[in-house]
């Protein structure tokens, strides 16, 4: 029931969280407001509904101080018509262009510095804004979703410019072999039912949808009784509610009857093939079944056999396909929802190597998959692997309240939970049942007729209803909590112990967190200037050898071992539980000392990491960003810093050996010196003692020194990169700045590069290439400071279509002499002020950003205490010294630019 959408990553936010609730299963003690009926709660979440038909789900926390209002509709592309295909999702993109009471969304998001954003899938859409916890933020949150739901402007001058932007996120996915060859495959594996339409829709729908249309689609469904209201995070239960019913309940209930869908897919009757041929670099073969609905029980069977088979390194398809050479990478995944889809397998090949066998091979070990029921070990993994990810949801609302949307979609919300409670009940033979019933030949997708006397079909069963499904569900008590954490600077510094312990920095920060999770984060330190020269691709090889076996482990023992010890992360920066910290610190010091280096997974990545490199080449993004680097190089072949073209990667891979591999882990590697920073839930008078014992006198041979970087002038350049066969283009630029954090400009500079293109949608840039001409569907600048050199730089990047790059670059120059004639306003500097301040506060609350914080003040002599100092010379910031100092750093003169795309787009139609 609620599996699949850990397969599809919906639900992989593994951020630590926490909750102060009443236990599961209660509601919350205050009078309802009148009128609103209260319904089931399930550990800390609980359902009302309003008289007009919204159900609301309450999920307070006051772990972190952070609140997410997020809105979940029940439509989605399978709601469109012929001619509308797409709609759904162009509709999401209007709601955000304004109401009567709220005429400018994206810039009040900004200003409050809000992170927001809206999706679109099969089922549903759904809306959400994550923010600084305050009464004055979450009603006007609440306020601002009430007056959209049913009073958005809906209107077609925002058509007119919103279709360009939508037809460029269309551009942007075609130059995807991957993602043109599934939505192929989804189109092609469906006769009649919506859900063979991809969710971007058709181009020419796109291009000429009516605004009609639109509104008549978003009357419709944009109603109370089609959403539900979710609101997680730091907030009063009692008053939040009253504010709902006064906001939400003044929308009357609706007087139409939603239209009714009645088309059913007819069982597949013969095998069917199709083949994509544009222009690339890589070669991929995948396959697709036809599945039940995710409301039946197989759809939670079939995400075991989809994991068995298909997870790297541990699944049997990377066993048979990567290990042995055959394939550089295999996936599998299900798509599917309120009706029956399609699970997914496939793998990625070399462009000049032999497809066929690959296919053939995929083929065999999917559908004989039954013949070979899962491994206790294999069931034993998947269970943990997907009762790890729920239990990493739920210790985070805001993101449970996001992942939520999918089985909203289902028809009811306390399906996660019985999704969950059901992973431990599945047995190996349900798994092979499961897969023999659909994994067969005549329900494959690879169109010829082939006559056959004896098809093999798949009948799909009809989907149980909700109601049958919760009929036994017995909601489970949580005992789960967490404090409530000031993540002022001072309180930081406070609650910090900064120490040493056998040359390692140490910031140790407990905090008591739902679920008792902990974040690590190390910080190590490799080489000089001169003793890294010529490593080449060494130090990459190096890093990326070490999760692939060490003196104890396999690389599939290790991934088993990580996953036992809930570690989630990379092996430097990671999340883990209070009771797991110390072996899971012993694991990790054991897999950073002792590599074992095999010679299978060097060979393995090595040819990963040139058939990546390949896949790239032809790629604007990567054509044009290597190009601008490469223009900016000052350093000699071989110096660590110097940019190398693809050829110079590509040897460099090729020449690289497995002693040298060996060598430079020997010479390099060592935590003297090194800075850790672990925050969370732990004991911590125990973990000084352990960092000493297990990475205490740890000191590489080579000398370590910080490889800092020169700054200087380079001549501009204005060049365009031909990409032939390429739907979608991307525009890059760059200033060299003589700049250090420490300079008096920088926060100035900061906040200009905010308001300029660093502050997302309602910046100037996205305002001017977006929002108003449509050029655009994502883009913006950045400014990046020397911290311990002055090489900084200001860059700014676009993806377009290539007609539309020379507007985008046009636009550019346009924006910024603008700002250097007429400057930034009054209104422009506070808003920025109010958006960076609120963003830096919810970072704070952050535990892995926190931890990655610590180790970065550490390294450069500093505390929170410098954090804290810079607010408030950013606060301090003057209209004249914003625009002085954006002045004297950015000169468009100097600006390189580098656009790619085909070229054969830009010429005029004869």
Same mark, same amino acid.
Do not use: C
């Given at each position: ?116 954003? #809206? ?33 958005? +402007? ?109 088309? $059913? ?19 991929? $073969? ?54 029956? *889809? ?13 497809? &066929?066998? $690959? ?41 449970? #309240? ?26 190996? &033979? ?16 690879? *169109? ?167 896949? +790239? ?15 900016? =190089? $000052? ?37 003297? !010196? ?5 925050? #969370? ?34 001549? !501009? ?69 020397? =911290? ?46 109010? *958006? ?75």
């Amino acid at each position: 029931m609620s599996l699949t959408f850990f397969q599809r990553g919906l639900a992989a936010y593994t951020v630590a969280g926490g909750l102060t609730f009443i236990a599961a299963g209660s509601a919350f003690a205050f009078d309802l407001p009148k009128g609103v009926v209260q319904g089931p709660s399930v550990e800390g979440i609980t359902e009302y509904r309003l008289p007009n038909g919204l159900k609301v789900l309450l999920f307070p926390d006051s772990s972190r101080p952070t609140v997410t209002v997020n809105v979940t509709y029940l439509v989605g592309s399978r709601h469109e018509n012929y001619g509308e295909t797409g709609m759904a999702h162009l509709l999401e993109h209007l709601m955000f262009k304004g109401s009567p009471k709220h005429p400018d969304i994206t810039r009040q998001f900004q200003d409050r510095g809000m992170q927001f954003n #809206g999706t679109t899938s099969l089922d549903r859409t759904n809306y959400y804004e994550v923010f600084q916890a305050s009464d004055d933020n979450l009603n006007w949150a609440l306020g601002m979703e009430a007056d959209r739901m049913t009073h958005s +402007s809906i209107a077609k001058k925002d058509l007119d410019s919103e279709m360009t932007v939508v037809r460029n996120e269309y551009e942007n996915g075609e130059n995807s072999p991957g993602a043109v060859l599934m939505k192929r495959m989804q189109s092609v594996a469906y006769d009649w039912h919506s859900y063979g339409r991809s969710t971007i829709g058709n181009k020419s729908d796109i291009e000429n949808v009516g605004i009609s249309n639109l509104q008549n689609f978003y009357h419709t469904y944009y109603q109370p009784d089609n959403a539900v209201l979710l609101v997680a995070g730091k907030f009063d239960p009692a008053k939040t509610l009253l504010s709902i019913n006064r906001l939400f309940g003044a929308i009357p209930k609706p007087k139409r009857t939603l239209p009714e869908f009645w088309t $059913v897919e007819p069982t597949q009757d013969g095998d069917r093939t199709f083949t994509v041929r544009r222009q690339g670099d890589v070669q991929i $073969v995948a396959l697709g079944y036809k599945v039940p609905s995710g409301l039946h029980d197989d759809s939670d069977v079939l995400s075991f056999a989809s994991t068995i088979l298909g997870d790297s390194p541990t699944g049997r398809l990377h066993k048979l396909l990567v290990e042995t050479g055959k394939a550089s990478q295999v996936f599998a995944y299900g798509q599917t929802g309120y009706a029956p *889809g399609l699970q997914y397998f496939g793998a990625v090949v070399k462009k000049d190597a032999p497809l &066929e066998p $690959v296919r053939a091979a995929l083929t065999q070990a999917v559908e004989e998959f039954a013949k070979n029921p899962p491994t206790p070990e294999e069931m034993e993994r998947t269970k943990r692997t997907f009762l790890n990810e729920f239990e990493r949801s739920l210790n985070d609302p805001q993101q449970v #309240g996001v992942a939520l949307s999918e089985v909203i979609a289902l028809g009811d919300w306390r399906l996660f939970f019985v999704g969950r409670d059901r992973v431990n009940k599945i047995t190996s &033979e349900q798994v092979a049942a499961a897969a023999g019933r659909y994994f067969k030949r005549d329900n494959r997708v690879t *169109g010829e007729f082939i006559p056959d006397d004896n098809p093999q079909r798949a009948v799909i069963p009809p989907a149980p209803s909700v109601q049958s499904l919760l009929k036994d569900f017995k909601p489970q008590a949580s005992t789960l909590s967490a404090e409530d954490f000031d993540p002022s600077q001072a309180n930081i510094m406070k609650r910090t112990t900064l120490t040493t312990a056998g040359g390692v920095k140490l910031a140790l920060l407990p905090k008591k967190n739902r679920g008792q999770t902990v974040t690590v984060d190390l910080r190590q330190h490799i080489g000089d200037e001169q003793n890294l020269f010529g490593k080449a691709a060494l130090p990459g090889l190096t890093n990326a050898m070490l999760m692939r076996g060490t003196t104890k482990y396999d690389r599939v023992q290790l991934a088993d071992a990580f996953d036992k010890l809930k570690i989630s992360g990379s092996l430097t920066h990671f999340q883990t539980t209070r009771d797991n910290l110390p072996e899971a610190l012993k694991l990790v010091a054991h897999v950073l000392r002792e590599p074992s280096f095999p010679a299978a997974e060097f060979e393995q990545l090595r040819q990963q990491s040139i058939v990546g490199l390949e896949a +790239s080449r032809s790629e604007p993004t990567n054509v044009a960003s290597r190009a601008l680097n490469e223009h900016f =190089d $000052v350093y000699p072949k071989g110096d660590i810093r110097h940019e190398t073209t693809l050829e110079e990667d590509l040897a460099d891979l090729k020449g690289a050996t497995l002693d040298q591999v060996k060598a430079f882990h020997r010479d390099y590697y060592g935590t003297v !010196p090194a800075e850790m920073a672990i925050v #969370g839930d732990f004991d911590a008078q125990a973990i000084a003692p352990l960092v000493d014992q297990l990475f205490g006198g740890w000191k590489a041979p080579m000398h370590v020194a910080p490889v800092l970087r020169k700054n200087g002038d380079i001549a !501009p350049i204005h060049t365009f990169l031909n990409t032939p066969d390429k739907e979608n283009g991307f525009y890059t630029a760059r200033i060299n700045v003589d700049l250090n954090v420490e300079d008096p400009d920088y926060p100035a500079l900061m906040l200009a590069d905010y308001i300029f293109g660093g502050g997302g949608m309602r910046s100037r840039l996205m305002d001017r290439i977006r929002q108003k001409e449509g050029l655009s569907y994502g883009g913006g600048s950045n400014l990046v400071p020397g =911290d311990l050199d002055r090489a900084g730089m200001f860059a700014i990047s676009a993806i377009a279509a290539p007609q539309n790059l020379a507007k985008v670059d046009a636009a550019v120059r346009e924006e910024l002499l603008r700002v250097l004639k007429d400057g930034f306003t009054t209104a422009e500097l506070a808003g920025a002020k109010s *958006g960076l301040m609120q963003q830096r506060i919810q970072n704070r609350a952050d535990d892995g950003a926190l931890a990655a914080g610590w180790t970065s003040y550490m390294y450069r002599g500093r505390t929170f205490e410098w954090s804290a100092e810079f607010e408030q010379r950013l606060m301090a910031v003057t209209l004249p010294q914003l625009n002085a100092a954006f002045r004297k750093a950015v000169d468009p003169a100097k600006m390189s630019v580098v656009m790619a795309g085909d070229k054969a787009k830009v010429k005029p139609a004869p």
